[in-house]
């Protein structure tokens, strides 16, 4: 279970999804280290646990953890990430896309 604050511009957007259990759709590219960027009001961070680094030259894929949900995050290859550490990374919430868990069909 994972409670996120949404900016005031995305709370009309998914007001159907209020008070619902839903499936947070995120792209690895609407991610990035927290660390590296300053804290901006409204915008939400995720403590995760760094499964893997993978650099790549311009960009390092990290494979996160929270509870029993792995995700991708594509970062900025200044991140310190490394593997068992945990690190708070933060979702573009303007660009997330919600699902119904049950039907697996978009909301909103």
Same mark, same amino acid.
């Given at each position: 279970?994972? =409670?996120?604050? $949404? ?10 999804? +209020? !008070?619902?259990?839903? &499936? %947070? ?9 927290? +660390? ?5 009001? @409204?915008?939400? =961070?995720?403590? /995760?646990?760094?499964? $893997?680094? *993978? ?5 390092? #894929? $990290?494979?996160?953890?929270?509870? @029993? ?5 594509? #970062?900025?290859?200044?991140?310190? /990430?490394? &593997?068992?550490? *945990? ?10 896309? %919600?699902?119904?868990?049950? =039907?697996?069909? /978009?909301? !909103?």
């Amino acid at each position: 279970d994972l =409670t996120i604050d $949404l900016p005031e511009g995305c709370i009309t957007r998914w007001q159907k999804a +209020a !008070g619902r259990r839903v &499936v %947070l759709g995120i792209r690895p590219h609407d991610m990035e280290d927290a +660390a590296l960027s300053p804290d901006s009001p @409204g915008s939400s =961070t995720l403590r /995760a646990r760094v499964e $893997l680094v *993978e650099p790549m030259g311009n960009e390092v #894929v $990290l494979l996160l953890s929270i509870g @029993g949900s792995r995700f991708r995050a594509v #970062v900025d290859p200044r991140t310190e /990430a490394k &593997v068992h550490q *945990e690190m708070r990374v933060r979702p573009d919430l303007s660009k997330m896309h %919600l699902f119904d868990p049950e =039907t697996e069909e /978009a909301i !909103g």
